[in-house]
């Protein structure tokens, strides 16, 4: 009897040899066979002792590849509480091996067809493990007819099958993929031609509307037309006029004769007069 997998708690392998101990006091010709290596070992090993199995259970330790000791054994055995597929499986039964596995999640019993190809049975139960074990040692037929049934089931798990299949799947959905890649270029191009004219249409003035000048801004909003230097954008122009609060000097003064009257004429607006010398406020006219 062969079992084989990393010595993990996951694998139950102390089910399995409690299991074994029931067989091999109803047959003491057969022997477990136990491949792997992990963290259970020394655990494993005094279970075996403590059972008094030494003649019967070996722990062989890791074998690559695995195939040619398939092939020497009858019975594959598999007890795990929990199995992603179960490649162990598939293994021993492209050797010709029926397997008698726990019927766990997930794997187990998507590939074993109970009763033709192998047996399954509870988690974790040792007397029933123990009796799916007996049930093919005690009887040559059953256990040679279930072997060549997992060899011929065991096809659809082939490689070459494999790769065939993931083939198919793949162009599959590469054909899949380039219908919809077109219908998601399509539905971008509707998008973007829909959002530019939405731009475009906010972006236009208003019929009839014309730019606001300093001098239609309304009081308060001065400082959105022609900011002053030192200050925040969106911060009053209270510090701006109470600096221009009292100045008599803000009308520009001709150059020319000495004592020549100043220009009369509509005083200049607060924003020429708070520019400094040779900048231009780019929101003033």
Sequence with gaps: MIAAGQLAPAKRYD??????????AERPDWRLRIYGA???RAKLRALIDKRGLYNHVY????????????VKGSIGA???SLESFGMTIVEAMRC???VVSTDCPHGPGEIIDNGVDGLLVPVGKVDEIAAGLLKLINDDELRKSMGERALENSARFDPDRVAGRYEELFT???ARGALRGSLHRTRGALLSSAFRTKDRSRSAPA???????????PRGEHHRVCPSPGLRRGEPHRRLHRGLRGRTDLRPRRTGARG???PTGPRPSSCAAAAPPGRTRSGCR
């Design 38 to 40: 992990g963290a259970e």
């Design 260 to 262: 020549a009257s100043p």
């Design 172 to 174: 599959d959905l590469l």
């Design 59 to 70: 722990l062989m330790g890791p074998a690559t590849p695995l195939e040619p000791e398939w």
């Design 96 to 98: 010709g091996l029926p």
């Design 207 to 217: 019929k009839g509307a014309s730019r606001m000048t300093p001098s239609t801004t």
């Design 15 to 24: 089910v399995l040899i409690r299991a074994f101990e029931k067989v091999v």
């Design 78 to 80: 598999v007890t795990s």
